[in-house]
């Protein structure tokens, strides 16, 4: 079995004031190439999940490792390099006063990657297109752009490094419905096109079934279910997951012929 990518072993997050962990020692494993969903209602620990992948949170117990090495021996460049995230709302995480080039070229000139000011233009201009936008929308700003083209922005920034990882925190949750089903063909096609792997929190069951071939269901900070997404929405053990997909209107249905 290939070593995981990214893992997190008997993660607790505990918080002051708080009677129950957050996350109450939960396992995970991100394979390289394998995506993934981590999925569960409000207040199961699926953020607070991804910020200790993320390195932005520490465990009060437990371990992330990256490519077998307990993070806080990884060289904080290169994890950033190789892990970036995309969160809900780009409203917010796209800072209003920078144009979109300087937006999507920021982990180029933090991280040091591009030989030149040239160079990471012609990187900024290639993200944009894989995300499909115009290399000319660099000169644009924030609020000149739609809720979903906002989002692809974000996105752009977070592939401009070349990640092996992309962690998405409910990517088009904060998206108008109409525009939702797009930003996920796109981050499906980034992923096959780009090798990527894709670790998705989302409380939304059909999404995950889109994206991520295994699926992690969350609880009270724990992990009540996993496996591969057909089994898991085929054949729920779990009496929680059942309630969870039974709020699906209908599964995909390449998911049913695979039963
Ligand atoms: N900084 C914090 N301080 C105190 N409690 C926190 C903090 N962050 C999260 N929690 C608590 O930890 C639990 C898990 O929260 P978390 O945000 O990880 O859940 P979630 O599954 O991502 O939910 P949502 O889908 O609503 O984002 C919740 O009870 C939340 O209130």
Known sequence: MTEPILSGHQ??????????????????????????????????????????LLGVDRPSSGEVRFAGQPLDRVRPREFRRQVQVVFQDPRSSLNPRMSVASIVGEP??????????????????EVLTAVGLRPQDGRRYPHEFSGGQRQRIAIARALAPAPRVLLADEPVSALDVSVRLQVIDLLSDLVDRLGLTLVLVSHDLAIVSQLCQEVLVMRHGRVVERGPTADVLTRPVDEYTRTLLAAIPQLPTDLLEEQ
Do not use: C, N, Q, Y
């Open 108 to 125: 180029l000139r933090s991280l040091r990657i591009g030989a030149d000011r040239a160079a990471r233009a012609e990187r900024v201009a």
């Open 11 to 52: 993660l607790t997050r505990r918080f002051p004031r708080r009677s129950h962990p957050a996350l109450d020692g939960v396992d995970i494993s991100v394979r390289p190439g394998v995506s993934l969903g981590i999925v569960g209602e409000s207040g199961a620990g699926k953020s607070t999940l991804l910020r200790l």
